[in-house]
């Protein structure tokens, strides 16, 4: 999507009725959804991985991936991370 389109949706948002945010929602989390199901299946098992987590890049092996999470072990522990916080170490 370019800048202009989404800068007219954006301004049309608040013309919106009640209904039409709820459709609107609606479709955001469905489009939501399908991202996170594409991230997901970038990623298998036994990858190395790295994410941020308080201004701090942590480490890890994915151990397990769930329906909407990637599980990853690392030095400290286990985390259970949204796949499009991941970065897949090369």
Request: aromatic share 6%; net charge positive.
């Amino acid at each position: 999507m370019e800048e202009k389109e989404l800068d007219m949706i954006i301004n049309l948002i608040p013309t919106a009725t009640y209904d039409q945010v709820r459709i609107i929602s609606g479709q955001l989390k469905i489009h939501r959804e399908m991202l996170n199901k594409q991230s997901i299946n970038k990623f298998k098992v036994f990858d190395k991985v790295t994410f941020e987590h308080n201004n701090e890049n942590i480490e890890g092996t994915i151990t397990k991936i769930k329906i909407k999470r990637i599980a990853v072990n690392t030095n400290r522990g286990n985390w259970d991370v949204p796949a499009n916080m991941l970065t897949l170490i090369k």
